[in-house]
């Protein structure tokens, strides 16, 4: 489709450190990889959603990010999150600091093309509409497991059309002419 991707992966990634760190490596590769006018779509699966979330709305990418999709992913905590003591899992249980932190001015994601694609039947985000936020574009997808969401041609497919949805009117550039 002639887009430019970039994937990363944050390290480590096995819970250690905490979603606000990793969220700070998002903001330093986004600053270190585009020029600081350039808008970005963002994309988070799973606990990425999170650290994506924390860089929109605490590190300042909500001035850089013009489509958030994140793909479930548990906004407001889930209870797998107790299975260790680990930062990053202390950081998706529900009711958790961090979760309560964004949620308080969850609003300002109105700023920017919002969405939040799930199923009803991830076992990993319990319970999955943990997965739901009250703003922005809820697409709800009967996909069976919390790892086929990347990878399921419905999510595929609904992913594309949501990258492909035209940028919020306040996010236009204006000309002046």
Request: net charge neutral; glycine share 6%; proline share 6%.
């Amino acid at each position: 489709m002639g887009w430019s991707v970039h994937s990363l992966n944050l390290l480590p990634n096995d819970g250690s450190l905490g979603l606000d760190l990793l969220a700070k490596q998002l903001a330093e590769y986004i600053s270190e990889t585009f020029h600081p006018e350039q808008s970005i779509d963002l994309v988070g699966y799973s606990m990425g959603g999170i650290v994506s979330r924390y860089y929109v709305q605490r590190l300042g990418g909500i001035n850089r990010v013009q489509r958030f999709i994140t793909i479930s992913s548990p906004h407001n905590g889930t209870f797998t999150a107790y299975s260790l003591p680990l930062p990053a899992y202390l950081h998706m249980r529900p009711d958790s600091d961090l979760l309560r932190d964004l949620n308080q001015d969850v609003t300002m994601l109105k700023r920017i093309n919002f969405t939040s694609m799930w199923t009803p039947f991830d076992a990993m985000i319990l319970p999955a509409n943990s997965s739901r936020i009250p703003v922005g574009k809820e697409v709800k997808l009967n996909v069976l497991l919390h790892r086929q969401m990347v990878k399921d041609s419905q999510s595929i497919k609904a992913l594309v059309e949501e990258l492909k949805t035209p940028i919020l009117q306040s996010k236009l550039p204006v000309n002046y002419e």
